[in-house]
């Protein structure tokens, strides 16, 4: 059972770590990470650095294909191989999902079309520019194609992957695994329950670090 | 501010990149990587390549040190000048922190003794091999020392520090940022949750997963 991860450079690291985590517990799972490229890539604050094995142009087949977020989706959305590639391996997938802003990749390779779908609180409404219903729910499965919402949601997507892929008790000890018994120290993990203010300081905060992220790699070029 | 993260061969992934997601987002914090070399390591499963930046012996301070857990404790517990290291940074560190096994690290480096800690439930005990008393909660509190249970209570530790290090409005607002807002799809995320045989099977197959490692290890000397 082969899972694919897509990893790229300025990926949210914990969008694909959490999963990760979660599905290479699952018996027989081959996980591996693929992305435009393979080689080192550096997550989107530029800390961590993380490895890319293979090209996604080089991944013959994915049982589960899984498109994480951050800011580098915006150069995949705007890569047209890549895209291909994602909409390839699509085809012969059981499962195809993503992680926040991941379903926006999904969207721009036309796999999302006339879905139900999430993604990051702060981006939903652009889910309709693909031919999306954007619905704000943690997890959203339609069909085989899943998508979670915010970066911790990915956990619980993987959770529920696992029990499809393999057996709900199998899903069940890998979260006593890792202990996944979550306390969250506040009350605001989500615009719901934060305050209107918190939501568009975190919002503004969010839009201004792509901005400069952007700028960043115009520059670079 | 400086956080050090340790990484190293055999890491639990999730355990240092949970933390590393929510401090890495602590206004003023710069975050990095080091660990006994630098270079690239394989996580636990040996699947996902990640750097470790700097060796511990060239980091000169850190105001936050965390050590994760994963099979890899094993050689660092073993290593007189690594635990020398980790020793060196604690005496001027604001918090010197744990998530999971990385306990025992601290342990075999004399920083847990006459302290109340905790690491993952499999290996609560073995912290009384280090003169502390073990405590099964999610997250101990020890004035500057904080021991956090199994791999996803490092996001909870890393949201309570970041109050600490920031304010109570940054964490809540970095909580948001991360939609640290888990909806488990299984109540067994902890021993006390789970039936005993669950419990004793995952409790069997971390060791069982352990010792592979330590004879794959050993072979490759």
Redesign the interface.
Known sequence: MKIVLVSFEAI???DV??P??VL?RVPGAE???AGPHAG?VRTD?R?????V?VALADVPHADVLLVPGGFGVDALMADPEGLADLRRLDRGAAFTTSVCTGALVLGAAGLLRGLEATT??AYLEQLADFGATPVSR??VRQGRVITA?????G??MA??LA?ELSS?DV???I????????????A????R??SPE??A??RA??AARRAARAAQNQACK
Chains 1, 2 share one sequence.
């Open positions: 949210t690291a914990l770590v959490g990760y985590e290479s996980v591996v990470f080192p604050n800390v961590l650095g993380m490895q094995d990051h609180w943690r997890v919402a915010v970066v911790s949601a956990i619980d959770l529920a029990a709900e899903a069940r000890s979260q006593l695994a890792i202990e996944y018994d979550p306390e969250p120290p506040f605001e993990g989500h615009p329950s934060a918190r939501v300081r975190v905060a969010s």
